[in-house]
């Protein structure tokens, strides 16, 4: 597990059992999506197109799940966590499908669009995680849920210039009209008024998401789910910068330093709001 990922903490405070199946299913879906970014960005390497990688990727999940030998030392790692934790299925075929989703939309035109995207990419891990994290109430699944879309629509805030580098547009092009943006004013990275009505909207609803995810959140499972809490704090930090920072997603990269990280790990771990 790289220290690069916002992860890196969380990752840290869970029982070694825990922890290495959280791993686990981090490289299966990073590999995942890194193999399949990798043929869709420029010339396909020897081999297989990015379509190909999709499929190896669904066959190879298929061959956790049936027990035969898989062909990646990920998907070695996997297996045999798949009934320790009863890991579902279907939320990683939901992964999956959200990765190929990037080979064939590159603009959502609403937020209904969007969010299928968002429960594929982002929610679909958090319902694997509640399983490994051994979550008894039903609830911690709204929890997931709603975690998972903040998240992700943290990531495409701060990620708006590097996607558009690459000729992808998540925002809802229904959210642009109404703020008075184009696409082009994207592309030029201009902090006009309608700009950062635009970010400022963007950023209000992905702070409703982690509103629902605490309100989701249920009390038995609290400190089960301290892995997940500290995921929520550091990317909401990570939202709050944004906010202070006046929405400019384009000089910079928006970053919370490794020792705030740090920091946010052991106050949510001792305190537990």
């Not at 081999?47 to 499929?55: F, K, L």
């Not at 799940?65 to 790692?77: F, I, K, L, N, V």
């Not at 229904?174 to 184009?182: I, R, S």
Request: aromatic share 10%.
């Amino acid at each position: 597990m790289a220290r690069q990922t916002s992860f890196y903490y969380a990752f840290l405070v869970l029982p070694a059992d825990q922890r290495r199946a959280i791993i686990a299913v981090w490289d299966f879906c990073r590999a995942l999506d890194d193999d399949v970014d990798e043929r869709d960005r420029g010339p396909a390497p020897p081999g297989r197109s990015a379509r190909d990688a999709v499929e190896f990727w669904r066959l190879e999940l298929a061959r956790c799940y049936a027990g035969s030998a898989p062909e990646t030392p990920q998907g070695s790692r996997l297996q045999p966590l798949i009934a320790r934790f009863g890991l579902p299925r279907e939320a990683f075929e939901d992964v999956i499908d959200g990765v190929a989703m990037d080979l064939d939309t590159t603009r959502y035109q609403t937020f209904d669009e969007l969010l299928v995207y968002c429960r594929r990419v982002a929610s679909a891990v958090g319902m694997i995680c509640i399983r490994i994290f051994r979550c008894h109430n039903e609830q911690a699944r709204e929890y997931a849920l709603n975690l998972g879309i903040a998240l992700q629509l943290t990531n495409i805030i701060r990620d708006v210039k590097d996607d558009l580098d690459r000729g992808r547009v998540y925002l809802p092009l229904e959210d642009l009209a109404t703020a008075g943006c184009t696409v082009d004013d994207l592309a030029a990275g201009r902090m006009s008024v309608a700009m950062r009505r635009l970010l400022a909207f963007e950023c209000d609803r992905a702070r409703s998401f982690y509103q629902r995810a605490i309100a989701a959140r249920p009390k038995e499972d609290r400190r089960r789910l301290v892995a997940a809490e500290i995921m929520r704090a550091v990317y909401f930090e990570t939202l709050k910068r944004i906010e202070r920072r006046g929405y400019d997603v384009f000089s910079s990269r928006t970053r919370v330093p490794k020792p705030l990280q740090a920091l946010i790990a052991v106050r949510q771990w001792i305190f537990q709001p």
